[in-house]
């Protein structure tokens, strides 16, 4: 009799297997829901689905808040959002985010992008990185009026570009300020603010009040391992250790200010600290700000926004764009 059970020579417990055939179970992953293009009936807020790109396919999740006669004509800040998951969990379809970004554009009142980059394993980094910034060049584009999207050409305000993102999506902030810096997007678009919540950076030695013992066996070594397995350098490549050998300089972050956002209890919380310290001593001539919120772990705001901490999130974020 012969065993209907597929081997699994790879899994991330309880996140992800991957079997033998190839076929991939994500086991933590929410599910996907619907836009709302004749707006959410809590918020308000209208949201629809685009292909940016149909090879490689790239597609977003466009949210624009609701509009009234006295604001309707008002251009409206421009967030480029990346979703986090570790490069190999969720979706900018997924219930979790776009409850989030309905709640955040709501109360923010910023049009914004929600980018569905290819995740590992079965697309490996850099995917998901070169996706992001195709992502960006794609907004740029429609600066000039010349893009297909009517809600950025008629809504969105080119001199207010933001990019965001949460853990994994952090870490694509990061770099894509870095590369913002070297290589400039279409039409002389500037990206104004970056904003990083509960980055993922991580490197061979631990820091801070991260454990001593086991730094090897820690699921930021591990997921980085997973998704990127080829890369130079392993978890001391620039890309997730902003220190490592070879990192380019922070002076050049291709961006005007950024908000570092950490919470007290999350494993990756001195590394955001660590993050926001090497930008303020690097040289660059913008401004960062760092706002923690204590007694909190990892991506709190985005699992529980009605929570007291979560809205003090959404705040800041609102201050830190429109200050």
Known sequence: MTSTTKEVPIELLPFIRVYKDG????????????????QDPETGVSSKDITISENPSISARLYLPKLTAHNQNQKLPILVYFHGGGFFLESAFSSLYHRYLNNLV???HVLT???EYRLAPEHLLPAAYEDCWAALQWVASHSAGNGKEPWLINNGDFERIFIGGDSAGANMVHNMAVKAGVESLPCGVKILGAYLAHSYFWSSKPIGSEPKEGHEKSLPYLFWNFVYPSVTGGVDNPMVNPEGPGAPSLAGLGCDRMLVCVAGKDLMKDRGVWYFE????SGWKGEVELFEVEEEDHIFHIRNIETHNAKAMVKRLASFIFE
């Not at 076929?23 to 004749?38: A, C, W, Y």
């Not at 090497?278 to 001593?281: A, D």
């Open 23 to 38: 076929s991939v179970e994500r086991l933590e992953d929410t599910p996907i829901v619907p836009p709302s293009p004749d």
């Open 106 to 108: 709501s109360q923010i």
């Open 113 to 115: 992008i929600s980018v």
């Open 278 to 281: 090497m930008v303020r001593k």
